[in-house]
């Protein structure tokens, strides 16, 4: 199975800190996303990366920053939290390239992580 | 712009009878489609696929319909279950691109009533 771990659940920091937000998967994908949760607004990408150090701009980058320096791991850093922030934060990641999946067995799916709180105060 | 929509926010449905859940898409490059359910204070987990070649697929208790003219999938829940209370949301993508990016709806509550 695979498995996405993020590595805090719930975290609280206060305005202006610098946040970082880790994800690990251990199924050799190449695709890994971040994604905010937010009522009423769904999931929006922040960013994705299709490789290491590659990188690129989702829906909402405005406010935040990746890294991906190996290819199981994938960080979002909140350079300075503000209260907007305040969401639920969701990695996922995914085989390379999609593949016509005849048999619809998912094999292009996403698969995220639990998630993590954060709330800036 | 919103490219895809639910545009139900919440569903209550009596155990036993039929859900059903709507999602409309604007982007008419979108060729394949992901269901997802979601509880609080956990990661959405995969319920189902579809892809373009077809109209329906089903899994068990669910049953995804795409309509490709109407640009317009539904997911059936028969029968429903109270364990089925859950945030739904459907994702959108488009073959061939890089990095295999979704598009998601805002998302349906389903509350399943005893």
């Known amino acids: 199975d695979v498995k996405v771990t993020q590595s805090s659940r719930y975290l609280v920091k206060r305005t202006g800190e610098k946040v970082f937000l880790e994800c690990v998967q251990d199924?050799?994908?190449?695709?890994m996303f971040w994604y905010r949760q937010d009522p009423g607004l769904g999931l929006r990408l922040i960013y994705f990366s299709y490789d290491v150090k590659m990188k690129e701009k989702g829906d909402i980058p405005e406010g935040y920053s990746v890294s991906r320096e190996k290819k199981e791991r994938f960080s979002l850093i909140l350079e300075s939290a503000s209260t907007n922030q305040t969401s639920m934060y969701l990695c996922?990641?995914?085989?390379?390239?999609?593949?016509?999946?005849?048999?619809?067995?998912?094999?292009?799916?996403?698969?995220f992580g639990a998630g993590s709180r954060l709330t800036v105060l | 712009d919103q490219q895809v929509k639910q545009n139900s926010p919440s569903l209550s449905v009596q155990e036993g009878r039929i859900s059903i859940l709507n999602c409309d898409y604007t982007?008419?490059?979108?060729?394949?489609f992901l269901w997802y359910k979601k509880y609080p204070a956990e990661g959405p987990t995969f319920l189902i696929s579809?892809?373009?070649?077809?109209d329906k697929n089903e899994d068990g208790r669910f049953t995804v319909f795409l309509n490709k003219s109407a640009k317009h999938l539904s997911l059936h829940i028969v029968p429903s279950q109270p364990g089925d209370s859950a945030v739904y949301f459907c994702?959108?993508?488009?073959?061939?691109?890089?990095?295999?990016?979704?598009?998601f709806g805002t998302g349906t509550s389903l509350t399943v009533i005893p």
């Open positions: 982007n008419s490059m979108f060729d394949y």
């Open positions: 994702a959108a993508s488009a073959f061939g691109g890089t990095g295999n990016q979704f598009y």
């Open positions: 579809i892809s373009s070649i077809k």
């Open positions: 199924m050799d994908h190449e695709n």
């Open positions: 996922a990641s995914s085989f390379g390239r999609m593949i016509f999946d005849t048999d619809l067995s998912g094999a292009n799916v996403l698969t």
